[in-house]
């Protein structure tokens, strides 16, 4: 319960007070503000309420089809055409024997969208996990469109009103596999990172994002 009103509910009581606080700030007298703020509460929790209920039944569905449609713009039919596998909502593929997952996302509730590149390696070296300090160490560097777990790293590249153009991303992807070299972090084949899945995240205790 408390998960569906993070995701559905609370964007939308945060888009309401943001819409009904300039109407306080500009309405503002001191006679009748106590009866505004109260007529104005309780249209902010009716909008929650309605439009929290609509974004809960339908959301995942309308995301799912965005995600779906934004499959036939240009940067990932590029990347379809040199190789990759459409999966309806991302496509997939390898790069310099990396496999790399690339979507569009997007936060419905803020105008926020952005490119996402999810790189998979292999959680060990030398037959040992990848120890913890490397993380660290990479999480210092200073990048901070890059997520780093166990296993993988995701990157985000925030965009305005065009997308990317394919070389952008490639050139994005290019560095992240060098920096994956350069800490001697290698590929591993996808099938391979599957069944290795389980016993990364339960060495990890569950850890799926490292920072300080």
Not at 112 to 132: G, H
């Amino acid at each position: 319960m408390k998960s569906v009103i993070l995701k559905y509910y609370l964007p939308i009581f945060a888009l309401a007070f943001i819409f009904v606080a300039p109407i306080i700030l500009i309405n503002y007298e001191e006679d009748n503000f106590s009866d505004m703020i109260i007529g104005l509460s309780i249209l902010v929790i009716f909008l929650t309420l309605i439009l929290g209920t609509l974004n809960y039944k339908f959301g995942d569905k309308l995301a799912f089809n965005k995600r779906k449609k934004a499959i036939k713009k240009d940067l990932f039919q590029d990347f379809i055409y040199n190789g990759f596998d459409d999966n309806e909502v991302s496509v997939s593929g390898y790069v310099e024997n990396y496999y790399v997952i690339i979507s569009d996302e997007r936060d419905y509730s803020y105008p926020n969208k952005w490119i996402e590149i999810t790189i998979l390696f292999n959680p060990k070296q030398q037959n040992q996990f990848i120890p913890n300090y490397i993380f660290k160490k990479l999480y210092k560097q200073g990048k901070n469109n890059y997520s780093w777990n166990s296993n993988s790293v995701t990157i985000k590249k925030v965009y305005g009103l065009k997308v990317p153009k394919y070389r952008t991303i490639t050139n994005i992807i290019e560095e992240a596999i060098k920096i994956l070299r350069d800490n001697n972090i290698a590929s591993i084949k996808v099938e391979e990172w599957d069944l290795s899945l389980k016993a990364s995240v339960t060495h990890y205790k569950q850890i799926s994002s490292l920072k300080n």
